[in-house]
């Protein structure tokens, strides 16, 4: 119990280094990261508590029964609570958070049969192990047969088992203390392993009760309200799903009507979050882009009033991000939209006003040699594939037939855009899903902007002239 | 510690031998439900999968989740109702045994 206490408790330097890194952003990749601050103060708070409550325990530890039993004083509460620490620890260490995310509740399997392990060994062995009065299962197991020999194989028993998982977690440890610290490898896995050895050579079961009761409470709370920040902020919920697949069968006033609710709370505002998470984002590669949630959510009516679908509600939700200053949606511009199947990114033009159209073609007339060398851009490309867009038949007015670029100038939209599986609105995935692909068309999109930013130059200086 | 005298006074008294046969018989059928709630619930995804995966009522939370849910609250159920028995019912009764072997 003790060793695998101990271990577990490595686990839960881990687990609550990893969620106050991840909290931060640090872990992305490999390798060394800049120096994550709030996570390593978190660090050395929690290290300082820990040795702290173990100079206490080891002060107080006198016999053999204060080292391995804890002197009996920890109630029932107590060590469930120090045995839950165990447990989630254990489970986000042996990976059942991956679990979760890469295959949804199918996860939930791994943690029934953990669970159902439990209450089958209290039936069965607790109680007998109680009465016995011994500490450790060696003690147990040699308590009938001889010693020497049962205590040589109970030793590589649990050895060669609390091996492999010990190693597993030093060397996680050892890398989030590399990534944390910049500590070359071999000193952070050293580092962790003194702790460990500090916990339990001096606190023994007092201490690492305790402890373990300390990271339960963190992780609990940690993580629900983990949970709940991510929820409120983004990923929509099934019901969003579920609301637009219905949408999609009941296109009808009667229908929507008395679930409007059900928009507002589960579609609507996680998209305002949503578009205000994209925002915060786009601050940083394309600042004039920022569109204020109101005026970058769509509704959901429809305008039927020139359109001979009747039908009065979008099946897709959609919000733009365009240059501000600039009438809505009609310039080049950033875009997504959701249906119950797809999510689908944009970037471009799809819509321009005659005097758009016409200052677009100017400027590829002009420069589409360098239009050219943006699209053929690899990341470009793998983010949001080839150049999309209706065509005229024959070159418009006022170009040449001969152009070298005729076929971008025959174009009457510029645009590229990239659909994803469904699965994606309701996943984590889905704002660095968007956000690399603004990202990688940011360079196309300035350039297409190009004449409506300068037209506004003249202006300005004619007023200051003024 | 106790005297193989005591040991032997234990053993002999036949509300201890009671208490043995009546505590294993009720940890055997406790166990046996968990698992036999345990394995139908693996055997079902071993097996036939679909069952767990329809959704209800046309949304997206499918069968599995309450009875992934229920596995893991009749966990809690059972330990309650080992937890209850034995404070109300075995340990008073070995208390009162330890003390008429003493």
């Keep these: 119990m003790l060793t695998l206490r101990t271990c577990s408790m490595a686990a839960g330097l881990l687990a609550l280094g990893v969620s106050a890194a991840e909290a931060a952003g640090a872990i992305e990749g490999g390798g060394k990261q800049a120096l994550n601050v709030p996570a390593i103060i978190m660090f ?105 020999p049962i205590r040589v194989l109970a030793s590589v028993g649990t050895l060669s088992v609390v091996a492999f998982y010990l190693i597993a977690q030093m060397v996680g440890a050892g890398k989030l203390i590399e ?38 409470g963190l992780l609990l709370f940690g993580a629900t309200f983990m949970a709940l920040m991510v929820l409120a902020t983004f990923g929509f919920s099934p019901e969003a799903i579920r609301f637009l697949r219905g949408l999609e069968r009941h296109n009808k006033r009667e229908w929507f009507q008395p679930r409007k609710h059900i928009y507002e709370e589960h579609v609507r505002a996680p998209l305002e979050g949503l578009v205000n998470a994209i925002n915060s984002e786009l601050a940083e590669f394309a600042p004039r882009y920022v569109t204020p949630a109101k005026k970058a959510v769509f509704r959901i009516y429809r305008d039927t009033r020139f359109s001979k679908d009747k039908r009065p509600y979008k099946t897709h939700v959609a919000a733009t991000f365009f240059l501000q200053n600039l009438c809505k949606a009609a ?136 | 510690m106790e005297s193989s005298d005591f040991v032997e006074r234990v053993k002999r008294d036949p509300q201890f031998q009671e208490l043995v046969s009546r505590r294993s018989r009720f940890a055997w059928i406790l166990s046996g439900t968990m698992l036999v709630i345990y394995f139908g619930f693996i055997f079902i995804i071993a097996f036939t999968p679909k069952v767990l995966g329809t959704p209800i009522g046309g949304g997206v939370t499918t069968v599995g989740i309450p009875v992934g849910l229920f596995v893991i609250v009749s966990a809690f159920v059972l330990t309650g109702i080992y937890v209850r028995r034995a404070n109300s019912d075995f340990d008073p009764v070995t208390r009162q045994i330890i003390e008429r072997a003493k």
Excluded at chain 1, 187 to 205: E, N, R
Excluded at chain 1, 375 to 396: C, D, I
Aim: proline share 4%.
């Design chain 1, 44 to 148: 050395f708070i929690f290290v300082a508590a820990t040795l702290g409550i173990t100079y206490w325990a080891a002060r107080r530890t006198r016999s053999a029964a204060d080292f391995y039993a804890a002197g009996g004083g920890i109630t029932g509460f107590q060590n469930g609570l120090a045995i839950a620490g165990d447990y989630m620890s254990a489970a986000s260490f042996l990976g059942i958070s991956g679990l979760v995310f890469a295959s949804g509740f199918d996860g939930l399997i791994y943690s029934v049969g953990w669970l159902v392990g439990w209450p089958v060994i209290l039936f069965l062995i607790a109680e007998r192990l109680r009465n016995l009065g011994k500490y450790t299962f060696a003690d147990v197991a040699s308590f009938r047969l001889q010693q020497t």
């Design chain 1, 179 to 216: 990534l944390l610290f910049g500590l070359p490898y071999l000193y952070a896995v050293i580092l962790v392993g003194a702790l460990m050895i500090i916990y339990v050579g001096f606190g023994g079961m007092v201490a690492t009760t305790w402890v373990q009761i300390i990271k339960a």
């Design chain 1, 331 to 466: 310039g080049p511009c950033f875009y997504f939209h959701f249906t119950a199947k797809e999510l689908l990114v944009f970037a471009g033009v799809y819509m321009p006003a005659r005097e758009e159209l016409l200052a677009i073609r100017t400027l590829l007339a002009e420069r589409h040699q360098e239009f050219r060398e943006l699209l053929r851009g690899e990341g470009l490309r793998t983010a949001m594939g080839e150049l999309q867009g209706e065509q005229l038949s024959r070159v418009p007015k006022g170009f040449r037939k001969d152009h070298p670029a005729e076929d971008l100038i025959r174009r009457r939209q510029w645009f590229l855009e990239s659909t994803l599986d469904g699965r994606a609105v309701t996943s984590r995935r889905m704002l660095p899903e968007i956000i690399s692909r603004f990202r990688a068309a940011t360079p196309m999109l300035e350039f297409l902007n190009q004449p409506f930013v300068q037209e506004r130059r003249p202006k300005k200086l004619l007023f200051m002239a003024f």
